[in-house]
């Protein structure tokens, strides 16, 4: 589904089409958008079941003071497609006289992607624009295309398996696992190839992990190295994410030292 945006306001009807090729705004009046704040500002990350729902802050500021948020919708920033739907709400907050910071909502489930639009939809990861319609008391109003950009990313699974355990004290321990991400057109987790991936480990009793070597996926996400066990303590992986991807630590695996 294509993003297209028809507005009426101020009494006139304007269409504009959202497109994710430079910024545009139009509009009668001096109401502006100051900032935008999504998701508090953190990346969205989408995975294959879950339902997800994030808010985006918009400041408005006007001599009549803000109204609301008449539209809102957001797409990725170089192809002109996007799968999450406006709640159609929009709670405002007044900071003063002339400015507020209204607030409306985006959800996706992941089971609406694939039929969103033509192409497959894992291209859609990485940056988006958002767009709006924002309102004043006096009528005034702006059509905006392009007032904040962030990430939307396909989510990380990742595990661990450290063995033998109990292992001897300078035996070699082999640590395995496998980084996969979502697929949003199958809905399933698939392998993530050629990743850089961070073997940790952290000694029993201590506070914070430590980042030992660096090894990457295989041509199905699989990892696998060998290290020297000096000491008690887990091991996990620490993948750092891509522009697409969420970065995603595993579970600790705790090993302990033969007696």
């Not at 294509?2 to 089409?17: D, S």
């Amino acid at each position: 589904m294509r993003h297209r945006l028809w507005a009426v306001a101020g009494g006139a009807a304007a269409l504009t089409l959202l497109t994710a090729t430079g910024a545009h705004a139009e509009g009668e009046g001096d109401i502006r958008v100051t900032k935008t704040v999504v998701n508090k500002g953190g990346n969205v990350i989408v995975g294959t079941a879950r339902t997800i729902t994030f808010p985006i802050a918009v400041t408005i500021k006007d001599d009549s003071g803000a109204k609301k948020i008449s539209h809102l919708s957001t797409f990725n920033h170089t192809t002109p497609y996007g799968f999450f739907t406006w709640n159609n709400d929009s709670s405002c907050v007044r900071k003063s006289s002339t400015t507020s910071v209204c607030t409306g909502t985006m959800t996706v489930d992941p089971a609406w992607i694939a039929d969103s639009d033509d192409i497959d939809s894992n291209r859609l990861a990485g940056v988006w624009a958002v767009a709006a319609i924002v309102n004043a008391n006096d009528g005034d109003y702006w059509i905006y295309d392009d007032i904040a950009q962030y990430k939307v990313k396909r989510a990380a699974r990742l595990t661990t398996d450290a063995t033998p355990e109990p292992v001897a004290k300078g035996a070699q321990l082999t640590v395995r696992g496998k980084l996969s991400r979502a697929n949003w057109e199958d809905l399933k987790y698939h392998g993530y190839p050629g990743q850089s991936v961070r073997l940790q480990f952290r000694a029993a009793g201590a506070a914070h992990y430590r980042t030992v070597k660096t090894v990457k996926t295989d041509n199905v996400g699989r990892l696998s190295t060998k290290v020297t066990a000096t000491q008690a303590g887990s091991w996990r992986w620490y993948f750092p994410g891509t522009t697409t991807t969420s970065l995603k630590a595993s579970a600790g695996d705790a090993v302990t030292l033969q007696r």
